[in-house]
């Protein structure tokens, strides 16, 4: 080491300690440098957060929505009880209606298939009589005038044996219904539910 002067050493401390000054200040600018990348990222993903709180403040109002329509829909369109007389009477007008005659209605047995759902299907067969515009105009006429809910779930027409007659309707109807009851048993979880969770 004798071999260097005392301004080499110098000279060499001085660019070692320069070094790592350029060394330092280059890793104190990357880390500001990266430090506002970061709050970007976090400024963005904060306003992420914010936008998914009122996307999720907007669910809980649809859900809240949502509930009511659907009771207020099962009030009116699918009550939980049988009320059958004013279903009965609500056919009765649209059947006046669409001029086909009331001849009688039958329930035939319900039958449940399977476990307990929330609706309940209350099964009709209702006979009359009329032409085909008649039980066109009826049919349509239960969704927009019947307030309880109604499905045509089959018919059958028979022509009169003796064709149409003056004065006499030309076929002899006989429609399978199903009204609707809400169930306020609860249906079973389903299978796939319950291993989900």
């Known amino acids: 080491m004798s071999d260097w ?3 080499q050493l110098l000279a060499l401390t001085a660019g ?28 963005a993903k ?36 049988r009320d059958m007389d004013g279903l009965l009477r ?21 039958t449940r298939k399977g476990p307990v759902q929330e609706y309940e299907p209350i099964p009709l067969r209702l006979q009359c009589e009329g032409g085909y515009h008649e039980l066109g105009q009826f049919i349509s006429g239960i969704e927009e005038r019947i307030e309880r809910l109604v499905a045509v779930t089959g018919f059958r027409i028979n022509a009169y ?8 309707k030309a076929l002899d109807i006989s429609l399978d ?16 539910a319950a291993k989900q969770r």
């Open 5 to 7: 002067s005392e301004k």
């Open 16 to 43: 070692v300690a320069g070094g790592v000054v350029l060394v330092m200040a280059g890793l104190v600018l990357w880390v500001y440098m990266r430090y506002g990348e970061l709050c970007k990222e976090i400024e």
């Open 46 to 81: 904060e306003k992420e957060v914010q936008a998914k709180r009122k996307e999720a403040e907007r669910l809980d109002s649809v859900r809240k929505q949502l509930e009511e329509i659907s009771a207020r829909f099962n009030e009116k369109r699918v009550p939980p009880d």
């Open 90 to 110: 609500q056919i009765n007008e649209q059947l006046a209606r669409a001029r086909l005659t009331y001849k009688g209605v039958d329930y035939p047995k319900e």
């Open 161 to 168: 044996k003796d064709g149409l007659l003056p004065g006499k």
């Open 177 to 192: 219904l199903e009204a609707f009851r809400y169930n306020e048993k609860k249906p079973a979880p389903a299978a796939g």
